[in-house]
Every structure is written in C-alpha cells, then in structure tokens.
Nanobody, 125 residues
Framework: QLQLVESGGGLVQPGGSLRLSCSAS????????IGWFRQAPGKEREGVSY????????NYADSVEGRFTISRDNSKNTVYLQMNNLTPEDTAVYYC??????????????????WGQGTQVTVSS
C-alpha cells in the first residue's frame, strides 16, 4: 500500500518552532516531488512549500518565505518542513503529497496523487 504519513505536529507558542516529517511507505520517496499543504478551519487548502525529487528546486508561499524550510533525506525516505517563528495564522492541518516532477505550479493540487492524513499544528499562547 502506497502511503505518506505526516508527523511532528502539535501545540506551540507564537514564535516557536516545529519540524514536520513526511515519510513514505510502499514506494521510494526519492523519485517524487513533495508538496506541503495546509488547511485552516473555514479556509481552503493551500500550498505551503515544495521540493523536487532531487532537492535542487524548492518553492514557498509568500506567507511562510523566510520562516519555513523544506528539505529531504532520501536515504530515510522522508521530507521535512522546518517551521520557525510560528504565528497563530499558521494554525492548520498540514498535509504532504507526492507527484512526479513537473513544471506545473506547486500549489496545483490536482497533480498530486498520494496524500497523507494530515497533522495538526496549533499556534497559541
């Protein structure tokens, strides 16, 4: 069974940090690009960050640029999202998803074929 599993979410105070992990089972993550998305209550799911299969190309939403860093360790079949200086506006369920390397905008959700179940991130004092 092909699966992506997110972990690392939780409750953190404003200004704090979390590192999310996206691990694959049933397939080799290193041959796929990975996108991170998030969905806040009452809002549509939005693209947050992206890394291509080689790790050479990354993208970030304007709202997280400079605070979030995406990386991958293909030897561990895992992609990470380091989130620093978190604000309450970052509160959401975070999802990772895989797709073939593509020139399509990373935030185009239709191109992703495997999605994780999501991990909750809550930023609150």
């Amino acid at each position: 069974q092909l699966q992506l599993v997110e972990s690392g979410g939780g409750l953190v105070q404003p200004g704090g940090s979390l590192r999310l992990s996206c691990s694959a089972s049933g397939f080799t993550l290193g041959t796929y690009a990975i996108g991170w998305f998030r969905q806040a209550p009452g809002k549509e799911r939005e693209g947050v960050s992206y890394i291509d299969s080689s790790g050479d190309l990354t993208n970030y939403a304007d709202s997280v640029e400079g605070r979030f860093t995406i990386s991958r360790d293909n030897s561990k079949n895992t992609v990470y999202l380091q989130m620093n200086n978190l604000t309450p506006e970052d509160t959401a369920v975070y999802y990772c998803a895989s797709r073939e390397d593509s020139g399509d905008p990373y935030y185009t959700q239709a191109g992703y074929n495997i999605w994780g179940q999501g991990t909750q991130v809550t930023v609150s004092s």
